[in-house]
């Protein structure tokens, strides 16, 4: 493609409608950064809208005023062009001008595609302090060897997810009243099974069951592990990265024991840490680690493996039950880091932790709870000197209290009751 050809307002001064989407959330957050000097870099999964937010900016930016001639985006995903030939010809096709001596806006779309990018781009802000610069990548860029060091108080570092179940709602045209969940129960119920199975992939809404699974697979799974990755990384087995992800999808919250890995794969383990890493790196796994106070114990500790979203795990493993389906929903919604296991074998599912207060969060989903459900919760509430526990169940909404100490059980449907006690 020319570079024209990715700048249609040069022509008509405006962004087609089909580019910009509906408007996300983040949105809002973004527009506050738009005259701040630094770049802005928007990371996270492929197909999650980070290219569609980058055209709704350029669409504030003409509604504003802006020049279409000063605006303009480039994607590496599919083309192979070096940067500083690419704003050379920008400046002569388009700008007119050298890009120093006036307000531009540049967008650079998978910018971990450009060949020692941070550099580059380095140097592109460094020497054009008018410059407004706008990167895209799919994957931890951020942890990139060097990136950060590079680039250290160049740049404001955004995470764009897929839609969270309150914007999946919104997007399906949902009407619920957040305050009155037991009347909307069936329609909280239907909807959230639907949100498991689309991950909140913007472009998976409302695809069938067998067209999903295909998108999620093919678009998404297969395209990073034997493009993506392998690109940046240059692997010699791309089918090894398949083979973990379905190991893990088809066990969520596996113990993660590269020994044992090993021995199945006839894989060394060094390897497979290393493949682990890239998975990790593409945000396609979710690792956690075993709780303590101190971080470095936590690191030597067992830790447990996830797909990094529900819609992975049920598009490789359809067959998974509901309770391990809801066990990575949270730990993923949650961000969560930490779990727990004890010598004792006594286990908890999630540890929050949020601004220094900590709550520990077990999923059971099953028909009937009781004490003995919440044992383990009491023991790690005494132990730590902490007031609170949630327990996130099927039906059951309860509470439990011992000592002082309360443990509250909340059906999982309950999205807002539980997303409050968790802030």
């Known amino acids: 493609m020319e570079l024209q050809d990715f700048n249609p307002w040069w022509k008509s001064g405006k962004v087609s409608p089909e580019f910009t989407g509906r408007k996300r959330k983040i949105f809002g957050e973004l527009l506050k950064y738009m005259d701040?000097?630094?770049?802005?870099?928007?990371?996270?999964?492929?197909?999650?809208?980070?290219t569609t937010l980058m055209y709704r900016i350029i669409d504030e930016l003409l509604r504003k005023g802006v020049s279409p001639y000063s605006v303009m985006y480039f994607s590496f995903d599919e083309s192979r062009y070096d940067l500083e030939g690419l704003i050379k010809q920008y400046e002569t096709d388009a700008l007119r001008e050298d890009i120093s001596k006036k307000k531009v806006y540049i967008f650079l779309d998978e910018i971990q595609k450009l060949d020692g990018w941070p550099s580059k781009i380095k140097l592109l802000y460094d020497t054009n302090p008018k410059l407004k610069i706008f990167l895209t990548g799919s994957a931890q860029i951020t942890m990139w060897q060097g990136t950060r060091e590079s680039l250290a108080?160049?740049?404001?570092?955004?995470?764009?997810?897929?839609?969270?179940?309150?914007?999946?709602?919104?997007?399906?045209?949902?009407?619920?009243?957040?305050?009155?969940?037991?009347?909307?129960?069936?329609?909280?119920?239907?909807?959230?099974?639907?949100?498991?199975?689309t991950g909140g992939f913007i472009e998976a809404l409302d695809m069938d069951e067998p067209m999903l699974r295909k998108y999620i697979k093919?678009?998404?799974?297969?395209?990073?592990?034997?493009?993506?990755?392998?690109?940046?990384?240059?692997?010699?087995?791309?089918?090894?990265?398949?083979?973990?992800?379905?190991?893990?999808?088809?066990?969520?919250?596996?113990?993660?024991?590269?020994?044992?890995?090993?021995?199945?794969?006839?894989?060394?383990?060094?390897?497979?840490?290393?493949?682990?890493s890239y998975l990790e790196y593409a945000l396609f796994l979710h690792k956690l680690y075993n709780y303590s106070r101190n971080f470095l114990t936590s690191e030597k500790k067992v830790k447990r493996l996830y797909p990094s979203n529900t819609a992975f795990t049920l598009a490789m493993n359809p067959e998974v039950g509901l309770p391990a389906v809801l066990e990575q929903f949270f730990v993923n919604c949650l961000d969560a880091k930490f779990f727990l296991k004890t010598p004792q074998k006594e286990e908890i599912d999630i540890i929050h932790v949020h601004n220094k207060t900590v709550l520990p969060v077990e999923v059971k989903i099953r028909a009937k709870i009781g004490m003995d459900d919440v044992?383990?919760?009491?023991?790690?509430?005494?132990?730590?000197?902490?007031?609170k526990a949630l327990l996130i169940t099927l039906d059951t909404e309860t509470k439990f209290e011992k000592e002082g100490l309360l443990v509250e059980a909340v059906p999982y449907w309950k999205y807002w009751s539980i997303r409050d006690r968790l802030i």
């Open 36 to 50: 701040k000097r630094q770049i802005v870099l928007l990371t996270g999964l492929r197909r999650v809208g980070k």
């Open 375 to 387: 044992k383990t919760l009491f023991k790690f509430l005494d132990k730590n000197n902490l007031r």
């Open 153 to 197: 108080g160049r740049f404001f570092d955004f995470m764009i997810k897929p839609l969270d179940f309150e914007e999946y709602l919104d997007f399906k045209g949902a009407v619920i009243d957040s305050r009155r969940e037991k009347i909307f129960e069936k329609e909280l119920k239907r909807h959230l099974a639907a949100f498991l199975k």
């Open 218 to 276: 093919e678009s998404l799974l297969e395209r990073v592990a034997f493009v993506d990755i392998p690109q940046t990384f240059k692997l010699d087995l791309p089918e090894l990265l398949v083979k973990l992800l379905t190991i893990t999808a088809s066990n969520p919250g596996f113990y993660l024991d590269y020994k044992n890995l090993s021995n199945d794969l006839k894989v060394d383990h060094r390897t497979i840490a290393n493949y682990i």
